[in-house]
């Protein structure tokens, strides 16, 4: 879209619009690692939701063994519970929701989050809509553990502590360390200039969303400018490093599978 500037009578061509125009995006997809960005998003809708749409960002057929989606809801919308047998954790981005579990209702707003084991009967809701990211995965049970308990919580009234000593990168912990829980979920925070202690390469597989600010991220060989609202995808083994770059700090959700043997599925 042209927009002409009323002082220099010179035409302003969106940055985003332009690169469109010519096939641009930062979108990459390997075989190691993908970073899906906005401008890329196909919305979809889900056999059973209402007034709502889906961003499938991560998912099997890109070789995971979780789904992560965006639930985009308009007013008065619903939508339909994880598939049977996974267990799913919702974080609420924009707007309010609300979580109807048996007879006790939820209020969920910015930076409240929802932990649904495997046998919880719910339904999740938006009156005046709002968008929310969820991690879903089938559950690995280990014999003689109790399943998981439903969880809601507040994701500002989580401590922050340093990762390896560093107090210029903080964790908070969404769900406990507990045998029973087969995935985590936690939100990195990172001052400005902070980075990484060190390149990462582990069995765990990872789903993120920057949620505030950027940097560059290393996945496999290639580093890649991030932002605000970005999706990343890194495989098992993926060698993985960040730096918050800007002037404001840098923040994000990360999923990743846990407590659990590498030989078990």
Same mark, same amino acid.
């Given at each position: 879209?042209?927009?002409?500037?009323?002082?220099?009578?010179?035409?302003?061509?969106?940055?985003?619009?332009?690169?469109? +125009?010519?096939?641009?995006?930062? !979108?990459?997809?390997?075989?190691?690692?993908?970073?899906?960005?906005?401008?890329?998003?196909?919305?979809?809708?889900?056999?059973?939701?209402?007034?709502?749409?889906?961003?499938?960002?991560?998912?099997?057929?890109?070789?995971?063994?979780?789904?992560?989606?965006?639930?985009?809801?308009?007013? &008065?919308?619903?939508?339909?519970?994880?598939?049977?047998?996974?267990? $799913? =954790?919702?974080?609420?981005?924009?707007?309010?929701?609300?979580?109807?579990?048996?007879?006790?209702? +939820?209020?969920?707003?910015?930076?409240?989050?929802?932990?649904?084991?495997? !046998?919880?009967?719910?339904?999740?809701?938006?009156?005046?809509?709002?968008?929310?990211?969820?991690?879903?995965?089938?559950?690995?049970?280990?014999?003689?553990?109790?399943?998981?308990?439903?969880?809601?919580?507040?994701?500002?009234?989580?401590?922050?502590?340093?990762?390896?000593?560093?107090?210029?990168? =903080?964790?908070?912990?969404?769900?406990?360390?507990?045998?029973?829980?087969?995935?985590?979920? &936690?939100?990195? &925070?990172?001052?400005?200039?902070? +980075?990484?202690?060190?390149?990462?390469? +582990?069995?765990?597989?990872?789903?993120?969303?920057?949620? $505030?600010?950027?940097?560059?991220?290393?996945?496999? &060989?290639?580093?890649?400018?991030?932002?605000?609202?970005?999706?990343?995808?890194?495989?098992?083994?993926?060698?993985?490093?960040?730096?918050?770059?800007?002037?404001?700090?840098?923040?994000?959700?990360?999923?990743?599978?846990?407590?659990?043997? $590498?030989?078990?599925?």
């Amino acid at each position: 879209m042209v927009q002409y500037n009323a002082y220099s009578c010179t035409p302003e061509i969106s940055y985003n619009a332009l690169m469109q +125009h010519f096939g641009f995006t930062r !979108t990459s997809v390997q075989r190691e690692h993908s970073l899906l960005t906005p401008d890329s998003f196909i919305r979809a809708p889900f056999p059973g939701d209402q007034n709502g749409t889906r961003v499938v960002h991560i998912n099997p057929a890109i070789g995971a063994g979780f789904t992560m989606f965006t639930l985009e809801a308009a007013s &008065n919308a619903t939508f339909a519970p994880a598939l049977d047998g996974c267990s $799913s =954790l919702i974080f609420i981005l924009e707007g309010a929701f609300s979580l109807q579990i048996a007879k006790k209702k +939820h209020s969920l707003k910015v930076g409240d989050y929802a932990f649904l084991p495997l !046998t919880a009967d719910y339904t999740l809701s938006s009156k005046n809509g709002g968008r929310a990211i969820v991690f879903e995965k089938p559950y690995n049970a280990i014999a003689g553990t109790n399943l998981p308990e439903i969880i809601i919580g507040n994701s500002q009234s989580l401590p922050k502590n340093p990762v390896l000593g560093d107090p210029r990168v =903080l964790v908070q912990t969404l769900l406990p360390d507990q045998p029973s829980f087969d995935f985590a979920v &936690n939100i990195m &925070n990172f001052e400005t200039g902070a +980075h990484l202690s060190l390149v990462e390469t +582990h069995v765990m597989e990872h789903g993120l969303l920057m949620l $505030s600010g950027g940097g560059i991220y290393r996945l496999g &060989n290639d580093w890649y400018p991030v932002q605000t609202g970005d999706v990343i995808y890194m495989a098992p083994y993926c060698p993985q490093w960040f730096g918050a770059l800007g002037s404001a700090s840098s923040s994000y959700l990360i999923y990743k599978d846990w407590n659990r043997h $590498s030989l078990e599925s």
